[in-house]
């Protein structure tokens, strides 16, 4: 029993040898001793985070803030559109046309030949109506004659008058003394009556010549009626060569003229093709009824073309159309329904270009963005929604 007993104290002698030495442990002092704490700097990240959420909408909201007080000074549109003049040919006589001196997207100056047609049945018309003209001034020389002649057909006839007048007193004064028979005092008395008749006759002679002079026999020739009429007539047709040819009435550019050839008939008035005005070049531009409250004419505005995106153009409000697209529209708008929804309208504004640069090629329809400086800004009562009256007059 003795002998177990020594046996297992050996055995456990022997364990505690071979086990490992245990690590003294750590004093009190350094156990309990806190650690350098990481929390603070945790705390300054949680802070920073913080400062940056509530700077970041903060700074969104006075930029904001910003932009809207200062905004609304450039109203902006990119519903806008080059317009030009275009002015429809056509010809004032009708014929065959026997030259063209254009072609289809040709660039003419004004005066530039367009087309020419047949001349020579105009030629003849004028050739008539000199002809016309020639008698119409040797009829008036004829009237001016017969003036002439009337007045010295009255004058005879006055001293016819006299002569009788003279053979009847001295056939009454015979008869009277009886020295003559009654016979020859009836037959004076009626060459006396003859005479006074064909003086009357002479002197509405007179009267007709004269108004064939048109109450004037002193007139010039040109100034009688019908030489006017003649001249008139002549000048008619001379106009009417004249029309037979055709020349551009301004700098532009044809268009739609593909078709148009020689031998072709046209008649008067009859549309043939386009001439595109580059020399008188606007902005037709659809703003929002909203943006219009401090529009007006005179304000300054840039344009850029889309065909462009690089160049600016300096341009000028003209005008502010007389109501919206809608009401001049083929079948306007009719509100009074009970499906109505408030649309916000456009109204269009006319810009003329104050610096068109020659070098570009600007075409009627092409698209635009344009800007206007209307000069006035938001400003704060417009942002916290207290704007006075007088405010929004302007």
């Excluded at 005879?156 to 003559?180: M, T, W």
């Excluded at 008749?197 to 019908?226: C, F, M, R, W, Y």
């Excluded at 055709?246 to 268009?255: I, L, N, Q, R, S």
Aim: charged share 20%; hydrophobic share 45%.
């Amino acid at each position: 029993m003795n002998a177990q007993v020594k046996k297992i104290d050996d055995n456990v002698t022997k364990l505690e040898m071979e086990a490992p030495a245990k690590p003294e442990a750590a004093p009190l002092s350094v156990a309990l001793d806190p650690q350098p704490a990481p929390a603070a700097p945790k705390r300054k990240r949680r802070s920073g985070r913080f400062l940056l959420m509530v700077a970041l909408p903060l700074a969104l909201l006075a930029g904001g803030a910003y932009v809207w007080v200062t905004g609304g000074r450039y109203q902006e549109t990119e519903n806008a559109n080059l317009q030009q003049a275009r002015i429809s040919i056509a010809s004032d006589a009708a014929g065959r046309i026997v030259q063209v001196g254009i072609a289809d997207n040709q660039t003419v100056k004004a005066g530039d030949l367009l087309f020419v047609i047949d001349p020579e049945p105009y030629r003849i018309a004028l050739a008539e109506a000199d002809a016309a003209v020639a008698a119409a001034r040797l009829n008036v020389e004829q009237l001016r004659a017969a003036y002439s002649q009337a007045m010295a057909q009255e004058k005879s006839a006055g001293s016819e008058v006299e002569y009788a007048q003279s053979q009847y007193d001295r056939a009454a004064d015979l008869a009277q003394k009886g020295i003559n028979a009654k016979s020859s005092l009836d037959e004076a008395r009626n060459d006396l009556d003859k005479a006074k008749q064909q003086l009357a006759v002479a002197q509405q002679g007179i009267v007709s010549a004269k108004a064939a002079l048109g109450g004037n026999p002193d007139i010039e020739t040109d100034k009688h009626p019908t030489v006017m009429s003649a001249l008139a007539a002549r000048d008619k047709a001379a106009y009417d060569l004249a029309q037979t040819t055709v020349k551009a009435p301004a700098d532009g550019v044809v268009y739609q003229a593909s078709s148009f050839k020689v031998g072709q008939y046209v008649a008067v008035g009859t549309p043939l093709f386009a001439l595109v005005e580059t020399g008188d070049t606007w902005i037709d531009a659809n703003f929002k009824e909203t943006q219009l409250t401090n529009m007006k004419p005179g304000q300054k505005a840039e344009i850029v073309v889309d065909t462009y995106p690089g160049k600016t153009f300096e341009a000028t409000v003209k005008a502010i159309g007389a109501g919206t697209g809608a009401e001049f529209s083929l079948l306007p708008a009719q509100n009074a329904t009970g499906n109505w929804v408030k649309v916000t309208q456009r109204i269009p504004v006319r810009l003329e270009l104050t610096d068109p640069d020659a070098k570009m090629a600007l075409r009627t329809g092409m698209s635009a963005t344009v800007t206007v400086d209307t000069g006035v800004a938001r400003g704060l009562p417009s942002f916290f929604g207290h704007a006075t009256a007088g405010e929004q007059a302007q």
